[in-house]
Structure formats: C-alpha cells, structure tokens
C-alpha cells in the first residue's frame, strides 16, 4: 500500500502543477486548437474527469462486487466522445472545469489510499476476454493522466507558434 501512497502523492503534485498551468491559458488556446481525435483542452481536461471518475466507481465496486466484475468500459467504441459531447465540456465554464478536474482527482488519490489490501487481485471485466486487477488499474493511472497532460502540452505548444 506505499506504493498506492506514492501514487497518490503524485497525482496530488500533478493536480497543483497543473491547476495553475490551466489558470493562465487563455480562452483561445483552451477552445480553439484541436488534436488528432478532434478535442480542445477542455475536452480533454473533461475527458480526464470523466475517466478519473469511472476509475474511482470501478475501484469501489471491485472491492466488494464478486471478482471478476463487468463495468462499462466508457472509452470503448468510441464512446468517451459521447461523454464529453453529452456533457458539453466545450462550453463549460474554465474555472469550474478546473475545479471539477482539481477534486475529482484529488478524491481519486484519497480513495486509492484507502483500498483494502485483500482486493487487490480483484479483476475488472474491461473487454471480451481481457480482464485488469484492482491493482494494475490503479498502478496505470499515472501513465493516462500524463498521457492527457502531454496532448494539452502539444495542443499549446502548435497554438503557440
């Protein structure tokens, strides 16, 4: 569980980082410059709340639903781009959106402290015939988090120049 603690702890620093970072782009640069799957940098900063939520939902079910556990895979079939259109991430307000984004991953890093050991090996049904343990999930959410973080770096960096 130290390791769920660092994990935690990094997630936190990256939320502070990152909340100030998104406090002093503009509004152009948050709407306008989009990547390769069509999204702006609130579209993405939505994206990453909705999936630290499902992440959070996932971890509480799997520590008492029977293992393995079906939950719906939101990013699958293309889906997740049903969630942010739905949600309206685009024209949602910046400073709530930060702060949307600020809380829900902070609540996810207080959650992962607190899993209980024993559900660790706990799998979640992600796909047909593909199924992640309690603990991969959480392991691999730092690597998604900053796979957002580096598409808003490039979306800045193209808007930039």
């Known amino acids: 569980m130290k390791r769920f603690k660092m994990i935690a702890e990094e997630i936190g620093l990256m939320v502070s980082d990152w909340e100030i970072k998104f406090k002093s782009i503009s509004e152009e640069n948050i709407t306008i410059p989009r990547n390769l799957q069509d999204r702006s940098v609130k579209q993405i900063v939505g994206h990453m709340i909705d999936s630290v939520s499902n992440n959070t939902h ?17 990013a699958a079939n293309g889906n997740n781009d049903k969630w942010i259109a739905i949600q309206n991430y685009q024209n949602a307000k910046w400073e709530e959106l930060i702060q949307h984004w600020k809380y829900a991953h902070l609540h996810f890093a207080y959650v992962i402290q607190n899993i209980d050991p024993d559900k660790l090996d706990n799998k979640w049904i992600s796909d047909k015939n593909e199924t992640i343990t309690l ?27």
């Open 58 to 74: 996932r971890i509480v079910h799997l520590q008492y639903q029977e293992s393995p556990f079906e939950f719906p895979n939101y």
């Open 135 to 161: 603990q991969k999930m959480v392991e691999d959410f730092p690597g998604h988090f900053k796979l957002h973080i580096d598409q808003i770096i490039e979306l800045l960096s193209t808007s930039l120049q």
